[in-house]
């Protein structure tokens, strides 16, 4: 399967391969360093060591795994590594890893002497459909999400499925998490065939990747500077990105993956849609049904939810002080840069938290 857009392809498998190493044979790189994480190195990087057919010379760069080493410190760490092992303007970047890898590696190539050539492997679910696409790359700052940053795509994106065989559950449903909003945002028949995969398998995973992929390919290709269209992606991140920073800053809490933060966001940006939107209200509580019943729920204290509110005024997408949202008329049908009033987040808050039952009586 090969989903292409004007700048570069995504493409699956051993057809991937194939093009990766015919777009070796026409660079004539210099160098070729293999980024991963402590993780994928133990996990992916031999497998994908023995399919790569070059007689360029490799080097490898390993970073601790986790989203608390996505800084500027990690990348200048990176750029010494490249600069003292002799990379130049004809090198190429290799990131095999999930989001924090492209994400961070992404950025180390875009910046590293003014730019040199990145492809991503991505290794998780997550990073398949949702993080080595669409050409944003970036670091946190402290633990504010991806506030420095850049948009430039990669030479290719290579999709090997069978790096999802060594993933713990917990990842597979973060990844889920942005494959939901996909259908959430684009395609009302996608979310129904995905919210009964509550147990994934790789057996016909392959097929449902490959269309969230086309949907997110698709928005981006009409806005790859997210000016409209593109911030519809962001559904679910406004608050999600201030659960995660909460969480990941606070050492009282246990850390959340992106994508279990995001569900959360997902559910409380439903409730503020049907609110502010008129989405329907049965549907708000099929979303909160069908994503409780995958990620459970994270409990949050009055204090949490004020403070986490308090974390949105640094959210990238606010302009003019304004904290805007991507909302649900129907779905299928986005409404992007809504502000919304504290008074309805702190009710979104006691829905998401409300029992089962109470919802259903509601």
Known sequence: MTKTSTESPVLFNQKGYDHFHEF???????KIFVLVDSNTHVHCLSSFLQKLETNVEIEVLEI???????????????WEALSELGGD????????????????????????KRGIACVHFPTTLLSMVDAALGGKNGVNLGALKNQVGIIKKPEMVVVDISFLASLPPSEMRSGLA?????????????????????DLDLTDLED??????????????QDPYEKGLRKS????????????????????????LHGEAVAAGMVLAAYLSTELEG?????????????????????????????????L??????????????????????????????????????????????????
Not at 24 to 30: A, I, K, V
Not at 64 to 78: F, M, P, R, V, Y
Not at 208 to 221: C, G, H, P, Q, R
Not at 324 to 353: C, H, K, M, S, W
Request: hydrophobic share 35%.
């Open 208 to 221: 449902l990747i490959s269309e969230s992929i086309e949907i997110k390919e698709n928005v981006v290709a």
């Open 279 to 311: 989405f329907p209200k049965e549907k708000r509580d099929d979303i909160n049904r069908i994503i409780t019943s995958i990620y459970g729920k994270t409990d949050f204290t009055e204090e949490d939810q004020k403070k986490i509110i308090d974390l």
């Open 313 to 362: 005024k640094f959210d990238k997408k606010n302009e003019g002080g304004k904290i805007n949202f991507v909302l649900l008329r129907q779905i299928g049908e986005p409404v992007i840069d809504r502000e919304v009033p504290n008074t309805f987040l702190l009710e979104a808050f006691r829905y998401y938290l409300a029992p089962q039952e109470d919802v259903d009586a509601d």
């Open 64 to 78: 601790e795994a986790g989203e608390e080493h996505k800084t500027i410190e990690t990348c200048n760490s990176l």
């Open 89 to 112: 303007r004809r090198s190429l970047l290799v990131n095999l890893g999930g989001g924090v890898v492209t994400d961070l590696g992404g950025f180390v190539a875009a910046a590293f």
């Open 178 to 198: 942005e494959m939901l909003k996909h259908g959430l945002i684009a395609d009302e028949d996608y979310w129904n065939r995905l919210k009964s995969l509550k």
């Open 233 to 256: 992606l962001n559904f679910g991140h406004t608050l999600g990105h201030g659960i995660e920073s909460y969480f990941l800053e606070n050492p009282e809490k246990q850390k959340l």
């Open 24 to 30: 070796l044979r026409q660079e004539n790189f210099t």
